[in-house]
């Protein structure tokens, strides 16, 4: 899945999408961010290209999937809870991925369940294929996903920590050093919160009662402090799976193991 999410400009996406087709004869999919004012566009740019299945996230999924579906695609819609799983069905959606509590990327303020009760408690509800996703980094969490009744994997923090990502070498290190309960969820904006690796300045952030947590952080331009490797101000978002990551793999390495 070729991440689009935060894409501004479609020639960004676009320019993405040929790299990838240049480099595979494979098939492969996109994410599409809902929020993303751009994702009509996006949507008719990956058709057009000959991309047929999106994963969608963060938005209402019932005006997009006709949408898809128009253009002949397919989509899987990334759901963290029951009542959006069954929403989703409801919408057209062909798939979900259902993302536990101790998965990276967005989460909400809610109390969310882990990837062990969401996954057979979705599945027991819906008839479409489901993908699991949060904690999974090796085959015993592939394998288990499998049992909970899911159809397959949606795997974020393990390929973040491979020799491939384009992530910066800190960010991998700090995921490879965070050990059992070393990841927090931080507030994004409204609703929205995101997980990260604890680093010494966000915990610093977290300790002190006189911050604002969600105004101090959104000062930072994050891709920035990437771009210049400064852990200091950059949020190393990643899963709790990072506990389980003790080193840089090639995707195939991860793959292989993964499956067998
Ligand atoms: C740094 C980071 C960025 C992410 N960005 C997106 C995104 O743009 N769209 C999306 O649907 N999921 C996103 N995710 C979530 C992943 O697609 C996946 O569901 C999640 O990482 C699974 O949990 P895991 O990290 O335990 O493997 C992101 C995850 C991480 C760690």
Redesign the pocket.
């Known amino acids: 899945m070729l991440?689009l999410?935060?894409v501004k400009r479609i020639e960004e996406a676009e320019s993405l999408v040929k790299e990838v087709k240049a480099r595979t004869d494979k098939p492969f999919g996109a994410?599409v961010?809902i929020m993303n004012p751009l994702h009509r566009e996006i949507l008719e740019m990956l058709a057009n290209l000959g991309i047929k299945t999106v994963?969608t996230?963060v938005g209402r999924p019932d005006f997009i999937y006709p949408i898809i579906h128009d253009l002949g695609m397919k989509g899987l819609h990334?759901v963290l809870s029951l009542a959006h799983a069954v929403k989703a069905e409801e919408a057209g959606a062909d798939g979900l991925?259902v993302?536990g509590s101790?998965?990276?990327?967005?989460r909400t303020r809610k109390s969310e369940s882990s990837t062990m009760v969401l996954v057979p408690l979705v599945c027991d509800h819906v008839s479409i294929p489901v993908a699991a996703?949060?904690?999974?980094?090796d085959s015993r969490g592939y394998r288990a996903a499998l049992e909970l009744g899911a159809q397959g994997v949606?795997?974020?923090?393990?390929f973040?920590v491979s020799r491939e990502s384009p992530a910066h070498e800190e960010w991998k290190r700090a995921i490879i050093n965070c050990g059992d309960g070393g990841t927090a969820l931080l507030p994004v904006r409204g609703n929205l919160m995101t997980r990260v690796v604890v680093t010494p300045a966000i915990r610093r952030f977290m300790e002190d009662p006189t911050i604002n947590l969600e105004e101090e952080l959104g000062k930072i331009d994050r891709m920035k402090a990437w771009e210049k490797g400064d852990l200091e101000n950059a949020l190393p978002?990643?899963?709790?799976?990072s506990a389980l990551i003790n080193d840089i793999k090639t995707v195939r390495e991860i793959i292989e193991e993964m499956v067998s």
């Open positions: 991440a999410g935060f994410n961010v994963t996230s990334v991925v993302v101790e998965a990276g990327g967005l996703a949060g904690g999974i980094a949606q795997v974020g923090t393990r973040l978002g990643a899963g709790q799976a």
